[in-house]
């Protein structure tokens, strides 16, 4: 997927243009950034009525290939570098979405498979 980035884009029209991609995976925007294997704290989530202008870090507009075979920690890194946005991806459970946080070493299909 190449997902483009503007500042007029609503949090909610990037986080469904992933999910269109990605079913059973969704993106989420936060405040602060998190190191690899951590969790994005919750009071740190933004609301998804919020322009991409209003949270980023850097001003540029931008494209971001997004491939299945993409790791998670290089996605989450390349929205930060690339962007100015700090995201965190979560996977399907059950009934919930859990943070991949154990395991950002997995790319975008092995966390599909492993999603239920």
Not at 14 to 33: A, D, G, N, Q, T
Not at 63 to 84: N, P
Request: charged share 30%.
């Amino acid at each position: 997927m190449i997902l483009h980035i503007n500042n007029n884009l609503m949090v909610s029209e990037v986080k469904e243009r992933f999910s269109k991609c990605f079913p059973r995976l969704k993106i989420e925007f936060y405040s602060k950034p998190h190191h690899f294997g951590e969790q994005s704290p919750e009071k740190y989530l933004i609301d998804t009525s919020k322009k991409i202008g209003e949270i980023r870090h850097s001003y540029q507009e931008g494209c971001l290939e997004i491939k299945s075979w993409d790791t998670v920690a290089t996605i989450e890194k390349d929205f930060r570098k690339q962007l100015g946005l700090n995201i965190q991806i979560f996977r399907k459970e059950n009934e919930g979405w859990f943070q991949t946080s154990n395991t950002d070493k997995y790319n975008l299909l092995q966390q599909s498979e492993m999603s239920f």
